[in-house]
């Protein structure tokens, strides 16, 4: 995750209405992004799909985006795109892991009684 902003001073704007300069720090700019390191296609995992993304353009020496596997954000693809590709792989939302729905699971309980009831009568 990453984004970026400035920080402002700024001693000539009356902030609480008393007809004085007040002195304020406040942030200017501000982008976000919501994009996971190492996430070249933006679906939210890290994965071998990444991974093809950043293998296809490794080497490309400027010009390059965050779907061409610049992970790093400074317009080329190499070494350090990689290591932020391994650090990263795995991550994100399906890398949790996938939890069948009970009836799912119900079924193969079922199924796997009815093998193990036909194994005994045989």
Known sequence: FGGTGSLVFDDT???DGDAVAD?????????????????????GVVDAADYIAL???????SGAA???GDFDDDG????NDLQLLQAHYGEGAAAE?????????GLLAIGAMAVIRRRRKA
């Open 76 to 79: 080329d693809v190499d070494f």
């Open 66 to 68: 965050l779907a061409d």
């Open 13 to 15: 704007q009356d902030i």
């Open 97 to 105: 892991g996938t939890i069948p729905e009970p009836a799912t699971l």
């Open 55 to 61: 293998k296809a353009n490794m080497g490309q020496p």
């Open 23 to 43: 002195t304020a720090y406040y942030l200017t700019g501000i982008t976000s992004s919501l994009a996971l390191l190492g996430d070249a296609d933006g679906n």
